[in-house]
């Protein structure tokens, strides 16, 4: 039953998305991703996941789950509905105590199943004036765990404006999705080494200046 | 069939006769100079041509649904002109009331007043109303950083894409003795000398285009092909005249003031491009850029072309 209602949830979500941000995609060397890839983005609107789901041609969307904090997706039973059924979310404790399986581990089973993931290594919602925060380390454990899977840096550029923290009217802008040259860990690189490549690999896509940052200035 | 609808079936029969042979010559340059898809130059014209068919069938669908299809039709390029255009302004947090405003109560609201034709308060309703308004929901949020410049943007935006893109189909409005029922072919008429001199302006410039006319804006443009198109273009539009409710002397005097005008508006559009370092305005129609690379020159010949017309042709 849930699924039947699943379905058409996804598809009003995805127009919608269209239609307030007409998104555009740019992949790396415009070519599409491979089926084994880990998709890891800024994070600056909860839509984040939305837009890249929403690019990705259908037999890539299908195996493709977003990694979320549990915390903030079973919150009600509307957002369980949405996180869980309609994008079939690989939902994580983000708390360490309360945990009942590691992130990497969950992360894992998912990956074992042959999807691939939407990761937001800054772990929350950059609210900052840095374009990027620094990455937590679940990357990195996934790049070591599972060399198979490409890892894609993608930049999210403008839903933040779309939709900043605290509004609930979305304002339509255009967005772009950019897809970076797909990455894998180096041999005997270290966690810090690769997270600092990977964190630059995914600034390098960011627009130079947005106009938004020009009247900051 | 009434005379309306046998001049609009000539009408579409031309446009699509017109298209049907750039279509034949754009598969013949690219067999003979292209085959592997390897000329840009080919490749583009052939997307452009693509996209002038669906122009043309959306807009002869909006004509067969009569006001309310052209209404959509309009209201829809103003919804994506507006977003393309405000994706590039300097806007912050503060501004999101304002914006949402713009898009979701001003943007219908300019139509709604079309569809009831109440002329007194279309005609003011942006820039009286909403260029109030917008300041000051602005302001109440108590960001004063750039004010000006912020509202200036927002302001310009709704000018151009929503005010002026609107007087297309305003034309719809106007009562025009002995043109009963008529008035779909004034838009016709506007928007095939428009988009035919844009054209004409780029044929021209690249047979005999020899000096630049603003190389700093828009390196393309030449004052061969610029003479050139609005010639051309103002002598087709004195031959449409059987479509208006000019004479013929009076249709070529109309095309060429919307030539001229279209002309200035893309080369304005242009300086606020290179201002904010973008080649389009967007990607929505594949080979033109944005709607608002299509629509630049319509929007600054509209209110015109509608004011003239309104002014010495029309009874209230």
């Given at each position: 039953m849930k699924s039947l209602i699943a379905r058409p949830v996804a598809v009003i979500v995805l127009l919608f998305a269209r239609a307030i941000t007409a998104v555009r995609p740019f992949w790396y060397e415009g070519r599409l991703p491979r089926r084994r890839s880990i998709f890891f983005a800024n994070h600056s609107s909860h839509g984040d996941f939305i837009l890249i789901w929403a690019v990705l041609p259908p037999r890539l969307r299908r195996r493709v789950r977003p990694v979320a904090g549990a915390d903030y997706w079973l919150k009600s039973k509307v957002r369980g509905f949405i996180g869980r059924d309609v994008f079939n979310a690989v939902l994580i404790e983000r708390n360490r105590e309360g945990r009942t399986m590691d992130p990497v581990e969950s992360m894992g089973e998912a990956m074992k199943e042959g999807s691939s993931l939407i990761l937001f290594p800054e772990g929350t919602r950059n609210q900052s004036d840095a374009s990027l925060q620094s990455f937590k380390s679940g990357l990195f454990h996934l790049a070591a765990l599972h060399p198979d899977f490409e890892l894609v840096p993608v930049w999210i550029a403008n839903l933040n404006r779309v939709m900043p923290k605290g509004e609930f009217v979305p304002i339509p802008l255009i967005c772009t999705v950019t897809f970076g040259e797909p990455m894998h860990l180096a041999d005997g690189e270290g966690k810090d080494a690769f997270l600092e490549r990977a964190r630059g690999a995914l600034l390098a896509l960011a627009p130079k200046k947005a106009a938004a940052e020009r009247v900051e200035e | 069939m009434s005379p309306t609808q046998f001049d609009m079936m000539v009408l579409v029969l031309g446009v699509f006769g017109i298209l049907l042979v750039a279509s034949f010559v754009g598969q013949i340059l690219e067999r003979r100079l292209s085959p592997d898809g390897s000329n840009p130059a080919i490749e583009n014209l052939n997307a452009r041509i693509n996209a002038w068919w669906v122009m043309a069938i959306l807009i002869a669908i909006a004509f067969i649904a009569g006001r309310i299809g052209v209404l959509l039709l309009f209201g829809f390029c103003s919804f994506a002109a507006l977003r393309e255009f405000v994706t590039l302004t300097n806007t912050r947090r503060a501004d999101h009331w304002a914006l949402a405003t713009a898009f979701f109560v001003v943007l219908p609201l300019q139509y709604v007043l079309l569809w009831i034709e109440d002329y007194e308060i279309f005609s003011v309703f942006i820039p009286v109303y909403a260029f109030l308004l917008m300041p000051i929901i602005s302001a109440v949020r108590g960001d004063t950083q750039h004010f000006l410049v912020r509202i200036a943007e927002v302001q310009w935006a709704l000018m151009i894409c929503v005010f002026c893109a609107s007087h297309v189909p305003a034309l719809l409005t106007l009562h025009i003795p002995g043109y009963e029922g008529r008035n779909v072919l004034l838009i016709a008429f506007l928007v095939i000398v428009v988009q035919l001199s844009d054209v004409l302006q780029y044929v021209w410039g690249k047979m005999i285009g020899r000096t630049k006319i603003a190389p700093r804006l828009s390196p393309s443009k030449t004052v061969e092909g610029f003479l050139g198109g609005v010639v051309s273009a103002s002598l087709i539009g004195a031959g449409l005249w059987?479509?208006?409710?000019?004479s013929p002397v009076q249709a070529g005097a109309m095309a060429f003031l919307i030539t001229l005008m279209g002309f200035f508006g893309g080369l304005v559009m242009s300086a606020i491009k290179r201002d904010r370092g973008?080649?389009?305005?967007?990607?929505?129609i594949d080979g033109h850029g944005g709607l608002i690379d299509r629509l630049d020159s319509v929007v600054f010949s509209a209110p015109i072309f509608f004011h003239l017309t309104h002014y010495f042709w029309s009874q209230p």
């Open positions: - | 059987w479509i208006t409710p000019f973008v080649k389009d305005w967007g990607h929505l």
